[in-house]
């Protein structure tokens, strides 16, 4: 394919065949982890490795957001002070993280999964609980 | 309640809409885009246009702040004055902190979401239907689902919730009162008039923890005030007549003394095994094994961590995302499979949020339904102005407050759909009103409806 689709034409032109869901792997809690397992459905679409790279890099920011380190003790504590008060003026850690991981998922879907008909849904639009591979139909793909 | 009738439309005739509504739309268009908070089905209040979360039972929160008000009150009328004078201006100082920090952490309490989970869209609960089907017979209905993980080498029973479509996460708990899923549910506080869940819990415990300090030293406050007068030379008696508001505080205080007190003792308990009330009331954790002292795979086995991983630990962002816009497709001839697109649909005002009933049934049956039940519809009458084009985002298709009933022809929800026995005689013939309650945090949906695109519906002047 000559041009790259932009996700607008995806959506307008493109009917969805198929929507795999990649749930949660609590083996290490409550933490927010997707499992890895690739799925039989996007076999034919893209490459494996490619995909647990994503849903990798996305567990690793989920992670990142969620760690209990200095910072978010220093944040936890300063806001108990400020009778939480704080938290209505400024950004948390884990919102911030979230920005990124959108970014991410758009520079992702852009790059990788559009142009093989897929598109990715961010785990935050769905609660968190699941990360939404939309599959669009093989016709679209085709001018 | 009125029947409502749908008459199915041409579509073609969607460009040639009545004036008005085409005048509403063009200059109303961006007005008239509604936020998800006016559409989420679980049984909350909003305020503030979405900023502000309650359950619908608000119970005993005006209570709860008359009580503390009044009581803080009294107390910096009557018994302020005579302290500063007698020991020292900072009575006052401390109580009015304490007295903020208090309402401050009442109203955060009460105002939060909880952690309430947003229902699994309908693609999402076809997934895992087909999901459980495959591994046992689909012919009747199944007992209740749930599946086994391992948590920490721990064995994990997670529960499917029926109202929400989906297997509850680890230390979820559907709450009956507010018709959610709650992430660490705790338990549903009336005196705050909300859940206390993963993102409230630790406003909820620097509430009481404050409330205890702020009814100790209001009863000491008092003791210490009659004392000082009785030493003047008067009795204990007129020492009370000439303060009557300190015997109200004293016995106010006294009461809850003994319960915030006792609350407080064990919520530290609770923070510091990192339980939460619902597990500790159903001893999930309890020692079930005579090795070890308790089984709870969710503990750092150390207090300091568990503690600062409740308290202070990251604050997790609200999932439901009250305050976006729905986005709805229009349904056009073009669309055939409701692709999602960015536009924002003009709906007819929408009543007062608590009318909103929302049928909660199997995704399959209900697609079925649908299918099935193109034909005969007559249209709404402007008593209820709640209709959609089909192939839209299945958002929140409310009934109106009049009451639109169902015809007879139509089937009542599947006996197994929990909150819903109440509804079915609200609901509307309108198939795309009758799907699975999808996540408020919808941004887009995909329906795949088959002939669903050439039918469609126009919203009533």
Known sequence: MAETHSLQD??????????????????????????????SELESRIDKQQFEETVRTLNNLYAEAEKLGSQSYIEGCLACLTAYIIFLCMETHYEKVLKKIAKYIQEQNDKIYTPRGLLLTD?????????????????SLTR | MKNCEYQQIDPRALSVSPSSAQQNHTEKKVQRSRRKWEVFPGKNKFFCDGRVILARHSGVLPLTLGLIVVTCGLFFAFD??????????????????????????????????????????????????????????????????????????????????????????????????????????????????????????????????????????????VVTHITLRSQEGKSLIQAVQESPASVVELVICFFSIWSVLGLSGFHTYLVASNLTTNEDIKGSWSSKRCTEESGNPYSYNNIITNCCVTLCGPMPPSLIDRRG???????????????????????????AKNEAN???????????????????????????????????????MATPSAGCSCQPGVAPCPPFSRSSKRRDSLHSSNPAFRLASPSPSLSRTTLILGDAHDIGFIPLP
Not at chain 2, 329 to 350: D, K, W
């Open chain 1, 10 to 39: 995806m959506r307008q032109q493109a009917a969805v065949a198929a929507k795999v869901f990649i749930q949660r792997d609590y083996t290490n809690g409550t933490v927010c982890h997707f499992q890895t397992k690739f799925p």
């Open chain 2, 80 to 221: 302020c004055p005579f302290l500063v004078e007698h020991l020292t201006v900072f009575i006052p100082v401390i109580g009015g902190v304490l007295f903020l920090f208090v309402v401050i952490s009442l109203l955060r309490t009460s105002f939060t979401d909880p952690g309430i989970l947003p229902r699994a869209t309908p693609d999402e609960a076809a997934d895992i239907e087909k999901q459980i089907d495959t591994s046992g017979s689909s012919t009747y209905r199944p007992p209740p689902r749930t599946k086994e993980i391992l948590i920490n080498q721990q064995v994990v029973k997670l529960k499917y919730c029926f109202t929400c479509k989906m297997f509850r996460p680890p230390r979820t708990s559907h709450c009956s009162l507010c018709d959610n899923c709650v992430e660490r549910f705790d338990h549903h506080c009336p005196w705050v008039g909300n859940c206390v869940g993963k993102r409230n819990y630790r406003f909820f415990y620097s509430f009481i923890i404050s409330l205890s300090f702020l009814t100790s030293f209001i009863f000491g406050c």
């Open chain 2, 358 to 396: 929302m049928c909660t049934r199997s995704t399959k049956s209900v697609l079925e339904r649908m299918v099935h039940s193109f034909d005969s519809r007559g249209l709404c009458p402007p008593g209820a102005p709640k209709t959609t084009p089909l192939g839209v985002e299945v958002s929140s």
């Open chain 1, 123 to 139: 785990p935050i639009e769905r609660g968190l609980r699941v990360i939404e591979v939309t599959v669009f139909e093989e016709r």
């Open chain 2, 325 to 351: 816009f729905l986005s709805v497709v229009e349904a056009t001839p073009a669309a055939a499979a409701a692709a999602a697109s960015a536009s924002e649909m003009e709906l007819p005002p929408f009543p």
